[in-house]
C-alpha cells in the first residue's frame, strides 16, 4: 500500500464534499496535526482510523488503501 496514494485519494473525496482537513480530522476524532503530520510524512493511518475515514467519505477501505471499487460495502 503506497501511502501518499492512500492521502491522495482522502484529499480528493475532502475536495468532492468541499470539507477542509481540520473538518475530516474533526468527524473521524483525531486531532489536526495528527492528520497533517501523517500527510506530510505520507503515513498510513491506523486500521481504525482508516475505517472512520471510509465511513465518514461512505467508500470501502480497499478504495482508500488500493483505489479499488469506491462504494462501501
Same mark, same amino acid.
Given at each position: 500500500?503506497r501511502? #501518499? $496514494?492512500?492521502w491522495?485519494?482522502?484529499?480528493?473525496?475532502?475536495?468532492? #464534499?468541499r470539507?477542509?482537513?481540520?473538518?475530516?480530522?474533526?468527524?473521524?476524532? !483525531?486531532?489536526? %496535526?495528527? +492528520?497533517?503530520?501523517? +500527510?506530510? =510524512?505520507?503515513?498510513?493511518?491506523?486500521?481504525?482510523?482508516?475505517?472512520?475515514?471510509? !465511513?465518514?467519505? #461512505?467508500?470501502? !477501505?480497499?478504495? +482508500?488503501?488500493? %483505489? =479499488?471499487?469506491?462504494? $462501501?460495502?
Amino acid at each position: 500500500m503506497r501511502a #501518499k $496514494a492512500f492521502w491522495d485519494r482522502v484529499m480528493s473525496l475532502a475536495r468532492e #464534499k468541499r470539507v477542509s482537513q481540520a473538518v475530516v480530522a474533526k468527524a473521524c476524532g !483525531i486531532p489536526y %496535526g495528527t +492528520l497533517r503530520n501523517w +500527510l506530510s =510524512k505520507n503515513t498510513i493511518p491506523p486500521l481504525d482510523v482508516a475505517s472512520d475515514l471510509s !465511513i465518514y467519505f #461512505k467508500v470501502s !477501505i480497499d478504495y +482508500l488503501t488500493f %483505489g =479499488k471499487t469506491r462504494s $462501501a460495502p
